[in-house]
């Protein structure tokens, strides 16, 4: 009955919803995944997650054994006489439980819906849209068992045939693929890859090994085997089990990389790789993110997109979290501090380093009388100030430099007495007459109280490291990125480094005057090989750290009569550190930007630092084409009073002096 009391009229004509189906396969091919993606290893990691699938149920049906599962992508051209032109093709192979045609035409060719279980991943039914796109004109063959699949162009006739060898599993051959998709292309983070270097990084990425319920899966390229991009190291644990919700749970690991390269954060799907991303700042490792989840790609709160390019709700939250804390402070994160020594600046050494602090104490007072740095300082805001803070220091290092001295008397006259009161022992010990051999007044045998007085074996025991930069520098010493028997110029003449701790902190000092903020430090050296600079918090104890090898060996040696570019070096790593010691941790854009704040606004503090340079670590200038030939006309006769002025005169008009 209808709302007025009447019944419903009989139907007239039955209707139904009618699909283009060449329209609806160009938007599930191209509009899916952008008209940018790299279509050749969208189709590879398509095919790969297919065929794993396949292959453990070949496994499960005793057909493969727990580790021979295979996966091969070939590529290549031919040329085809009836167009009169060359064609690429490609070929994704497996060797899993294969197709028969009745799964052929109902799964297999269903688009836009799941034929996995609930044990399978992905499930939105559109994978084989994105492998078949590869072919412009929809030309491939499948051949699955002793059936050959053949489609010629036409999305609604596709022939079944009989094949001429029989295949275990799926061999899916796509032709007529774009050149463009062989062609190299830029990948972010990466930089320019040829297809062999991009389908063999999508492979690598993925965890193939045997687990529980999958066969292990060796893949291959163009016939040559892919190794796994983390096997065999050890990583970081940043999560581990997580949930993200009732289905969901995460594990989120931290590579470090040996190349010292930005990293880039990998997303798989139980083992299987989904798309990774390039980290930004001076991050040095590689953040693999393992998603193991029971939804349904359905479900509104599954952790992809349909695409599979981005993660989405909780779980794209909490990686993004995660990810985030990792570039803020990679060094509390993911740094190992087992292997690391760290001694501070502390008065009580100051006995070995005497002779060190006499000679940076003479070195400062010359630099301190030295007309160029002075005027230098004056031209720049705050360098009033921080001339002020450099003789105040002078001051503490001569205070430290007598206190060093009494310490060292100290330490003579008590050796002295040591001394005198073993000789007084030693001579008690001699004028007692030996006892008798038996025993002794305690029952015990002569023999027995030499085992018991006989000294232990000695075991080999960590050399201590002592400061010898003690009162002034702390030092870093990371054993295991360090060979410890490099330390040796270092500490076996350290008045000679202490010139470089000083202009290491004047630099830092320089920065923070001209920032007009305040903030106390300290300075030191840090010797590990995968580290130019840091900055350490430690104990309430704040450390700007250089590393004198890499300072040496690189800058001082490449700029040995270039000042300047030693004092802009000198100044990049100090306003990168300082920008740490305002409070911005990490390398996050966040401080990256403020970074670059601080360079800016202290760049005019160049020139200050290469007279610094020129006055602490020695490094004197080149002399100019014009100083040269100064020289060279004031050592002629009458011409002794030559000046620059008349000089310019001379090269740029020819003028006869």
């Not at 800016?600 to 200050?608: A, H, M, Q």
Request: charged share 30%; proline share 4%; with cysteine.
């Amino acid at each position: 009955m209808s709302r007025h009391g009447r019944r419903n009229p009989p139907p007239i004509a039955k209707m139904g919803l009618t699909v283009d189906k060449a329209a609806m396969w160009h938007i599930m091919s191209s509009r899916l995944y952008g008209s940018d993606v790299d279509r050749l290893t969208l189709a590879v990691r398509e095919a790969l997650q297919n065929s794993r699938d396949a292959i453990k149920d070949a496994y499960k049906a005793e057909i493969r054994t727990k580790s021979d599962g295979k996966f091969e992508v070939t590529w290549g051209e031919k040329y085809v006489q009836a167009r009169e032109q060359y064609e690429y093709w490609v070929t994704l192979t497996d060797n899993g439980i294969g197709m028969t045609p009745d799964i052929f035409e109902h799964k297999f060719l269903q688009l836009g819906g799941t034929t996995k279980g609930a044990d399978d991943e992905g499930g939105f039914g559109i994978a084989k849209a994105a492998i078949l796109s590869l072919s412009r004109s929809f030309r491939w063959t499948l051949h699955s068992g002793a059936y050959l699949f053949v489609a010629d162009g036409d999305i609604e006739h596709i022939e079944q045939r009989h094949a001429d060898s029989f295949h275990q599993g799926v061999k899916l051959t796509i032709y007529d693929v774009p050149p463009e998709a062989f062609q190299g292309r830029y990948v972010g983070g990466r930089g320019y890859a040829y297809p062999a270097d991009r389908v063999a990084h999508v492979l690598a990425a993925n965890n193939l090994a045997p687990r529980a319920g999958y066969p292990g899966i060796r893949v291959y390229s163009q016939g040559e085997e892919i190794s796994t991009l983390f096997h065999g190291q050890r990583p970081k644990i940043l999560l581990q089990g997580s949930p993200t919700d009732a289905k969901t749970t995460i594990d989120i690991r931290a590579y470090k990389r040996a190349d010292g390269k930005t990293g880039r954060q990998y997303v798989r799907l139980a083992g299987l790789y989904q798309f990774d991303d390039g980290l930004y700042g001076d991050t040095p490792v590689d953040i693999v993110v393992d998603i193991y989840t029971k939804l349904s790609a359905r479900d509104d709160a599954y952790p992809l997109t349909a695409s599979r390019n981005e993660l989405t709700g909780e779980t794209g939250n909490l990686v993004h979290q995660v990810v985030r804390e990792v570039m803020r402070d990679q060094v509390s994160s993911l740094k190992e501090d087992d292997e690391a020594e760290t001694h501070f600046a502390d008065a009580g050494e100051l006995a070995e380093v005497e002779r060190a602090y006499q000679r940076a104490t003479q070195r400062m007072a010359r630099m301190l009388a030295d007309p160029r740095l002075l005027n230098r300082m004056k031209m720049v805001a705050g360098g009033g100030e921080l001339l002020r803070q450099m003789e105040a220091r002078h001051r503490r290092m001569q205070d430290k430099w007598r206190e060093a001295q009494r310490a060292r008397e100290a330490a003579e006259e008590q050796a002295a007495r040591q001394r005198t009161d073993s000789d007084e022992s030693w001579h008690d010990r001699s004028s007692k007459k030996p006892e008798p051999p038996g025993e002794t007044e305690s029952g015990i045998s002569h023999r027995m109280l030499r085992q018991l007085q006989a000294p232990e074996k000695k075991t080999r025991t960590r050399k201590k490291l002592v400061n010898p930069y003690a009162g002034f520098a702390a030092i870093r010493v990371n054993r295991k990125h360090f060979n410890t028997a490099r330390l040796r110029p270092y500490f076996d003449k350290p008045d000679k480094w202490l010139n470089l701790a000083l202009a290491w902190r004047f630099a830092c000092q320089m920065i923070l005057n001209d920032l007009d903020r305040e903030e106390s430090f300290e300075v030191g050296f840090i010797f590990d090989d995968d580290t130019r600079a840091l900055y350490m918090q430690k104990d309430g104890r704040r450390v700007l750290m250089i590393n004198p090898d890499w300072f040496a060996k690189s800058i001082l040696r490449a700029y040995k009569d270039r000042p300047l570019n030693v004092a802009a070096v000198l100044h990049a790593k100090a306003a990168h550190e300082v920008t740490h010691l305002l409070g911005y941790s990490g390398h996050d854009e966040r401080f990256m930007v403020r970074r670059e704040q601080v360079a800016d606004e202290t760049v005019g503090l160049l020139y200050p630092m290469a007279s610094l340079v020129e006055v602490m670590l020695g490094i004197k200038a080149a002399p100019t084409l014009e100083a040269k030939e100064l020289a060279r006309l004031r050592k002629k006769k009458g011409h002794k009073n030559t000046n620059l002025v008349s000089l310019r005169r001379h090269l740029l008009h020819g003028i006869k002096l």
